[in-house]
């Protein structure tokens, strides 16, 4: 018999005593959303979130009033992970699922999560949407391939901490 799967919450904390920066909070600053989409036929990597167009109302029959994710804010944010690099790194592994870049999340929940997201991490956010299971991958073959990039994700964000570290932004 199969065991159920856990889902796990992971947070960091801020300052705390005479700690000014906890190492908790510098060890999960990374957030990465996962997303269904009907549409999708491979694991797909989302390059960037949009701030304007949401029309569709959720399954709360919610929709922002003003259409957008942030009053005044930039159009569309990037990623500060090199998503084309990641997924060149996952096709040369030779996994079992095809992974693909996709610059439009949807103007829905993904896309309006996944902006701000990246509005308030300043580009330390990922998306990733994937198929229905069975629509051609198991939930093994999902939970392996979304293992793997979130692993390549890590290692690509850390040379963009180093430049923004030496003054240099990622974005």
């Avoid at 909070?25 to 989409?37: D, K, Y």
């Avoid at 040369?92 to 439009?104: F, H, K, N, P, R």
Wanted: charged share 20%; hydrophobic share 35%; with cysteine.
């Amino acid at each position: 018999m199969e065991r159920p799967r856990k889902a796990v919450v992971v947070t960091g904390f801020g300052p705390f005593g005479e700690h000014t920066v906890n190492a908790s909070w510098i060890a999960v600053q990374l957030v990465v959303h996962v997303g269904v989409s009907g549409m999708a036929t491979t694991v797909t990597l989302e390059k960037c979130g949009h701030n304007k167009g949401y029309q569709g109302l959720d399954n709360c029959r919610f929709c922002p009033g003003s259409q957008c994710c942030v009053e005044d804010g930039p159009e569309s944010l990037d990623s500060v992970i090199d998503m084309d690099a990641v997924c060149q790194r996952v096709a040369a592994l030779g996994l079992d699922v095809s992974v693909s870049i996709s610059q439009d999340a949807g103007r829905y929940l993904c896309d309006f999560a996944y902006y701000t997201s990246l509005y308030r991490s300043r580009g330390r956010s990922a998306f990733v949407h994937v198929p229905p299971l069975g629509k051609p991958y198991s939930a093994e073959q999902l939970g392996r391939a979304l293992r793997v990039i979130i692993e390549l994700m890590l290692e690509f964000l850390e040379p963009s901490e180093e430049a923004t570290a030496n003054g240099r932004h990622g974005r």
